[in-house]
Structures are given as structure tokens and as C-alpha cells.
């Protein structure tokens, strides 16, 4: 098979434009090769390959476990799988806090050594110097706000943030602060709807909501839980577009009974 004709890729201004535009912007996340090769080729705006892989994928409680070699890897196979969507890598726990100098060589390797376009990162004016410099190596930054899974622990769970007069205004703040430091572009996540609709109208750079909304310049959801293959949680925010869980489950079951039936495989399915 030859490789993806990676021409007619969207770029970051082709997003930015959207957003000037008026034209909603579509996310999904993406983990492998087939799902990745799938979204492409329904014309997905941009794919994440998300740290979310943490719990969907790998069978982790939260996205903390997760490496750079296991982002790297992953964002490796849907890279290959896809020629025209813009694919943003989530850069894992501790590959950005620990300095800016460490976040740029990181950051980089998503780029040099997976084929990715873009990262994004989490935190707010706390990683304004640190996205700063990324951007001024020439890599792009989606920033993220609001819930912010690798600070779990600190914010107390998965719950909305933003609630608060002092809280939310920070987050304003935060959003400005990231926009000035050259982000192109934002995710919101689990903030107040009204909240996501006064920083989608302050800033520039496009807004991407989950659970934020549907005042954002786009969305974003994971793919496990808008297909319903992951059932141990489904957050308030996702929308089930399929029911994949019962779909496998019954396609795997009817393939068990026929093979212990001896109904497959039948003439059709052997070599004569």
C-alpha cells in the first residue's frame, strides 16, 4: 500500500480560519490505525490523539499512567492513517511541567518522530512561557483549560469548573494569557456553557468545547464513548451516536455459538 498523500491536510490557519468564518469546527480522538483511516475519510476536522488512551485503551483509572513512549506510539499508527484530518498529540503527565526546555524537546518528537502536526497541553498562565516557547520552535499548541484530567488529584474529581465568580474569571484570564503566548487554539472542558460562550467571544483563536456547550467554535469528544464501546462511565457531556458495547458483544456471541456448533466455517468460508 502506498502512503497517504498528506497534500491536502488542514493546517492550523485552515482552523483558525473556520472560527473567522463562522464554520464549526469537528474533533474526535483517535488511538489506532483503523479508526484514525475511518475519520479521515469522513472528513474529521482534526483527530486527538488523546491522553484519554490512559483509560480507554490501556485500562487505567485516569490518563496519569500514560508515556511518552505510549503517546508516541500510538500517535505514530494514526498518523499513518490519515492524510487530511490535522492531528493534535496530547503530551502526557510530567513530559511538560517539569520545564520548558524538556516540553520543547517532547514536543518535537511528536512531530520529528510521529508524524503529528500539533500538541496540546494542559494548565493555564502557569504554562504561558512553556507554550511560548514550543510555539516559537515552530510547533503548534492547543491549549486546554477547565477540567484538566492530569490535575486531578489538585481539583478533587471530575467535576464542572468554573462555578464561581473568582474561579471563572481566572479562567477568562487564563485563556487570554494562553492566546498572547500563541496557542491556536483552545480546549474547554466541563466549564459553565455560558462561561465557554464569553471566552469564545473574547479571544481569536477557536474554542473547542467538551461539556462546555454549544457555544464553542467547535467539538470534541472520545471516540470510545460517542461510539458507546467504553461503559464504565459515560460523563453527562457525550452523546452516544452508536451503541458499539451491545454490537460487538452480540456479533462475538453468535460467532461463539457457531463455532461451537460447528456452523462456521462452512463451505463458503473454506478452500476446496
Request: hydrophobic share 40%; proline share 4%; charged share 20%.
Amino acid at each position: 500500500m502506498s502512503s497517504p498523500n498528506k497534500s491536502s491536510r488542514k493546517t492550523t490557519a485552515d482552523i483558525k480560519k473556520m472560527k473567522a468564518q463562522g464554520e464549526k469546527i469537528t474533533v474526535l480522538t483517535a488511538y489506532d490505525y483503523a479508526l484514525s483511516s475511518l475519520l479521515d475519510e469522513c472528513n474529521i476536522d482534526m483527530i486527538l490523539v488523546g491522553d484519554s488512551l490512559g483509560m480507554v485503551v490501556l485500562g487505567y483509572d485516569t490518563t496519569l499512567p500514560v508515556t511518552m513512549e505510549d503517546m508516541l506510539h500510538h500517535t505514530k499508527a494514526v498518523s499513518r492513517g490519515a492524510s487530511n484530518s490535522l492531528i493534535i498529540a496530547d503530551m502526557p503527565f510530567m513530559s511538560y511541567q517539569v520545564s520548558p526546555q524538556l516540553a520543547l524537546t517532547n514536543a518535537g518528537r511528536f512531530l520529528q518522530e510521529a508524524d503529528a502536526q500539533a500538541v496540546k497541553l494542559e494548565g493555564g498562565r502557569e504554562q504561558a512561557e512553556t507554550v511560548q516557547k514550543i510555539v516559537a520552535a515552530g510547533i503548534p499548541v492547543m491549549a486546554h483549560l477547565g477540567l484538566t484530567p492530569q490535575s486531578i488529584h489538585q481539583i478533587g474529581g471530575f467535576k464542572v469548573q468554573g462555578k464561581k465568580e473568582d474561579s471563572a474569571q481566572r479562567i477568562i484570564e487564563d485563556a487570554k494569557i494562553l492566546e498572547e503566548a500563541g496557542a491556536f487554539s483552545l480546549v474547554l472542558e466541563c466549564i459553565p456553557e455560558k462561561l465557554a460562550y464569553e471566552i469564545t467571544n473574547s479571544l481569536t483563536i477557536p474554542t473547542i468545547g467538551i461539556g462546555a456547550g454549544a457555544n464553542c467554535d467547535g467539538q470534541v469528544l472520545v471516540i470510545n464513548d460517542m461510539l458507546g464501546i467504553y461503559d464504565r462511565f459515560t460523563p453527562k457531556h457525550v452523546k452516544k451516536y452508536a451503541n458499539l458495547n451491545l454490537e460487538i458483544k452480540k456479533a462475538v456471541k453468535t460467532y461463539i455459538a457457531e463455532v461451537k456448533n460447528g456452523v462456521f466455517p462452512d463451505s463458503e468460508h473454506s478452500f476446496k
